[in-house]
């Protein structure tokens, strides 16, 4: 009787035991989610137009920690933090070093400048938004351009925006008017509707005027042209004409100015995308803080109307046009979304 009740003590003893590993185990397997993520960005306008998102949702202001750097080491500093041979000390606060300012905490979410989106695109350190949680009806609303541009090599979609920059021919009303006989855009397009048309276009303005008139590639050489008086146009991006020539006297130079689509087809040339690392510790609040930029109708429109961005929202842009938004003084009270919609 004596050797069964120890033999049964030591069972329970045994399973104690086995117990008490299992609880310390369990415990040590919990998962704790981060409250914050840490985002990665290369100037102020990301971070104005986060505001609009903070505004609209005051739960999300203290869930982010936003790291702006200058944009001559930001593309240097995201490599490094996703490829370098430090990657796991970099998805860590570090503390000061050597009088340094402490490293920054290793990306959520980045922002990438279209001219290197394509280096992302296939990185095994990028999630889609399928799997951060974005569906279909989701992008439904977006540029067809802003999904497709992102797509990896398997056909998923893997950043986001919330605008787009597209391109349209800027031209002088008075040049056209004087030289042509007309200034409306459908009338002057048939006169730049493709470089053979065009070319033969300059000639005659040339003859007629006995000046050496000029198209110039970019809005920047409008800019940097000091002879900008014999510029019949240009092509601007959509950024430019709504937040510099309307704002600067300078280049305006009191002329009314008129928007095309010109001799070639619209582009892309700029725009900021967002990725979302592999490595996000809180991918939920990511896809909450990424939806409510991108895809939010209400935040888009009031981000439209205060700022004028091209933003990503076909149905916002539509009601924009139809309820006047985008005319403009420069333009002479014309609209110019009804081309660079296109």
């Known amino acids: 009787m004596r050797k069964v009740r120890i033999c ?14 299992g609880s310390k185990q369990t415990e040590a ?16 306008e990301f971070t104005d137009r986060l505001e609009y998102v903070f505004n609209a ?67 095994e350190k990028i999630l889609t938004l399928e799997e951060i949680g974005f569906n279909e009806d989701d992008l439904s609303q977006m540029y067809p351009f802003t999904t497709e541009s992102v797509k990896d090599s398997e056909g998923k979609v893997r950043a986001i925006t919330w605008k787009l920059d597209p ?41 007629k005027s006995g ?29 430019w004409l709504t937040k510099t020539l309307t704002n600067d006297k300078r280049l305006s130079a009191g002329d009314k100015w008129g928007v095309c689509d010109g001799p070639y087809e619209h582009e892309i040339t700029s725009g900021e995308w967002l990725f979302v690392t592999k490595e996000c510790q809180n991918i939920e609040l990511a896809h909450d803080m990424l939806k409510a930029l991108c895809c939010e109708e209400n935040i888009l429109k009031t981000i439209q109307e205060n700022e004028s961005d091209f933003v990503n929202s076909k149905k916002v842009m539509s009601n924009a046009f139809h309820s006047g938004k985008g005319k403009l003084d420069v333009l002479g009270g014309e609209d110019y979304i009804e081309v660079y919609d296109k």
Do not use: W
């Open 8 to 21: 049964l003590m030591l069972c329970a003893c045994f399973f104690t035991f086995l117990a008490g590993c």
């Open 29 to 44: 397997d919990v998962e704790v989610v981060p409250a914050t993520i840490c985002i990665y960005s290369y100037n102020d």
């Open 57 to 123: 949702h005051p739960d999300l202001r203290d869930k982010v920690e936003l790291v702006t750097l200058s944009p001559e080491e930001y593309k240097n500093t995201i490599d490094t933090c996703l490829y370098g041979e430090n990657e796991e000390q970099n998805k860590e606060e570090t503390t000061q070093e050597s009088g340094d300012k402490p490293k920054p905490k290793y990306p959520d979410v980045f922002i990438a400048d279209y001219s290197y989106i394509s280096e992302y695109l296939d990185s």
């Open 167 to 207: 391109v349209a021919f800027v031209y002088r009303k008075s040049m056209a008017s004087e030289y042509l006989g007309m200034e409306e855009r459908k009338d002057v397009q048939s006169f730049v509707k493709d470089e053979h048309t065009l070319d033969d276009t300059l000639i005659a303005m040339k003859k």
């Open 211 to 239: 000046k050496d008139i000029r198209v110039l590639d970019s809005a920047y050489d409008y800019a940097q042209d000091k002879t900008a008086n014999t510029v019949f146009g240009f092509y601007a991006d959509c950024d």
